[in-house]
T-cell receptor, first 116, second 115 residues
Framework: AQSVTQLDSHVSVSEGTPVLLRCNYS??????LFWYVQHPNKGLQLLLK??????LVKGINGFEAEFKKSETSFHLTKPSAHMSDAAEYFC??????????????FGTGTRLLVSP | NAGVTQTPKFRVLKTGQSMTLLCAQD?????MYWYRQDPGMGLRLIHY???????AKGEVPDGYNVSRLKKQNFLLGLESAAPSQTSVYFC??????????????FGPGTRLLVL
């Protein structure tokens, strides 16, 4: 069964410094991977997704993630944090083997705190 | 184009009461999902639907029922609410593209407190 581990429950950065949110996955098959962001009292918004094309995936708001099969990782990065990036981030894996039904497995989330 | 909407936004129930959460999407998506979000646990799938008139159980279906009478609506029912069902409920939808993993679009959530 597929699973996702987000290695940090909280990450604190200063505005203008780089962001790194770590995610490791486990999947029996070639996975699809996603990062979603959730701002306070809001729904989830897709940041980016990996579906076996380029291993470096660029998303919205300057975020990107690199799929590393050998390390089973899909870490999320951003060169320079902005105050508006403060939110909860979820790493999600989907089993591409499924014939139609997309089962998403969510990590427990990483809360990003950005200080001035 | 409103995307995915959920009604109500917030509700307080007493133990044993019943209620229905409504999810509506205007993107003509085939698939719809209900999740619950609890602190430190990410989102867990309650029920899902692959099309009008079909529903299936997810990871945590006990205590919930669903119906998909119209393609654009997916209802989540609690017949007899329990404090353990205090949570934030999210609806999501996506279009069917075979084995391509299309994005799920999420609603803004419903906060439910069961006393």
């Amino acid at each position: 069964a597929q699973s996702v581990t987000q290695l940090d429950s909280h990450v604190s950065v200063s505005e203008g410094t780089p962001v790194l949110l770590r995610c490791n996955y486990s999947s029996s098959y070639s996975p699809s991977l996603f990062w979603y962001v959730q701002h306070p009292n809001k729904g989830l918004q897709l940041l980016l997704k990996y579906t076996s094309a380029a291993t470096l995936v660029k998303g919205i708001n300057g975020f990107e993630a690199e799929f590393k099969k050998s390390e089973t990782s899909f870490h999320l990065t951003k060169p320079s944090a902005h105050m508006s990036d403060a939110a909860e981030y979820f790493c999600v894996v989907s089993d591409k083997k499924d014939t139609g039904f997309q089962k998403l497995v969510f990590g427990t989330g990483t809360r990003l705190l950005v200080s001035p | 184009n409103a995307g995915v909407t959920q009604t109500p936004k917030f509700r307080v129930l007493k133990t044993g009461q019943s209620m229905t959460l409504l999810c509506a999407q205007d993107m003509n998506h085939e698939y719809m999902y209900w999740y619950r979000q609890d602190p430190g646990m990410g989102l867990r799938l309650i029920h899902y639907s692959v099309g009008e008139g079909t529903t299936a159980k997810g990871e945590v279906p006990d205590g919930y029922n669903v119906s998909r009478l119209k393609k654009q609506n997916f209802l989540l029912g609690l017949e007899s609410a329990a404090p353990s069902q205090t949570s934030v409920y999210f609806c999501a939808s996506r279009k069917w593209e075979g084995l391509i993993q299309e994005t799920q679009y999420f609603g803004p959530g419903t906060r439910l407190l069961v006393l």
